[in-house]
């Protein structure tokens, strides 16, 4: 059977609604982002002790969000308590954010490195009407900010942040579509799996970080400062299975209004780009199908090799296979958009 792989611009004009921004996107920027996972990644630096492996192993994750709140927990009633050992489980805790900064740090790309990208990464998102991103680097929020300095402090792309200082998250989102003055349109941003720029204090509140001053180029500094300083942990959903992304997903308030309230309401067409397609994201895809308006699926393929591969992923779902059998999926060429216009 001959599948088409289609050049973006040959289908881009019916494909104006919901972009789902996979990994793939990322390590177009760096290679950096191919990294398996930043449990491995911690564990072969050495930035991770005998001990601490252990809890993960226990709790049988690799999500280091889970792994830090569930020690700052314990420290916390053990300090209220007099139990003995409350200060071996502040200093694990540290250790492990420690490891975790050193490991991010090392993988995390340079905003200069970056920066040459944004302009067309601006261009293709702002095409869409609503933005699912399953990263949680920096790379976007980035571009728009850069983009948001270029028009006056006016939003393109807007992450639904709100407040003086953008730092609430705004549950009833939907009027943002309302663009900023002199704009013609606005384009909502969700990070499905959480992102650097978003923490959880000791109470449980999620909040966005914002940069100490104008300057970009400083952002990854200031997370890990706030993170040292208030005792935040970071509110990403980093790796393993579907199932474990589900139950990180279930325990934030804001990603759990993305997956209830977004990912099921995208439109009539939905790009998905730069996605493996695979089962560690069943999850999404799931979601995704609920929606009783979509009407047409368009998935980027890097070659023929990768096109076979989703293809399969994506034949294994029942409701992604009465996708194919109507014709409602067609492939593309990934670098006939993103950064490679």
């Known amino acids: 059977m001959e599948v088409r792989i289609y050049k973006w611009p040959e289908i881009a004009d019916k494909f104006k609604e919901g972009l789902i921004l ?10 950096n982002f191919s990294y398996t996972s930043l449990l491995e990644q911690a564990i072969e630096k050495g930035f991770l002790d005998s001990n601490i492996r252990e809890v993960f192993e226990y709790f049988q994750t690799s999500d280091f969000e889970l792994i830090l709140r569930i020690l700052q927990d314990a420290y916390f009633v053990a300090e209220k308590l007099n139990i003995d050992g409350a200060e071996r489980l502040k200093d694990t ?44 680097d920096l790379i976007v929020y980035w571009a728009l900010m850069d983009k948001k300095r ?19 998250f705004c549950y009833d989102w939907e ?53 040292k300083e208030n005792f935040y942990s970071p509110l990403i959903v980093s790796e393993g299975t579907s199932e474990q992304k589900l139950k990180a997903i279930r325990r934030s308030s804001y990603l759990s209004n993305i997956y209830d309230n977004v990912l099921p309401n995208l439109g009539k067409s939905v790009v998905i780009y730069g996605s493996s397609l695979s089962r560690n994201d069943r999850h999404i895809i799931n979601q995704l ?34 996708f194919l059998e109507r014709n409602r999926v067609i492939f593309f060429d990934a670098k006939t958009c993103w950064i490679y216009r």
């Not at 996979?22 to 290679?31: P, Q, T, Y």
């Not at 250790?95 to 970056?114: D, F, P, Q, S, V």
């Not at 959480?194 to 001053?213: M, Q, S, W």
């Open 22 to 31: 996979g990994n793939g996107a990322s390590i177009a920027i760096s290679r």
């Open 93 to 136: 805790y540290f250790k492990l954010r420690k490891a975790l900064i050193k490991t991010i740090g090392e993988m995390h790309c340079k905003y200069n490195e970056a920066k040459p990208h944004f302009r067309k990464i601006i261009e293709y998102l702002s095409s869409f009407k609503t933005i699912v991103s399953l990263n949680y």
């Open 150 to 168: 270029e028009l006056g402090g006016k939003n393109l792309i807007k992450d639904c942040f709100v407040d003086e200082n953008g730092r609430r």
């Open 175 to 227: 009027w943002l579509r309302e663009p900023d003055d002199a704009l013609e349109h606005a384009v909502l941003l969700f990070y499905q799996h959480g992102n650097l720029t978003l923490a959880i204090d000791t109470l449980g509140n999620e909040k966005k970080i914002v940069r100490d001053d104008d300057s970009d180029d400083n952002l990854l500094a200031t997370i890990f400062k706030r993170w």
């Open 289 to 322: 199908l609920r929606n009783r308006e979509l009407k047409r699926i368009a998935i980027s393929v890097l070659n023929r090799d990768d096109l076979w591969k989703k293809y399969s992923e994506i034949s294994d779902m029942q409701r992604f296979r009465d």
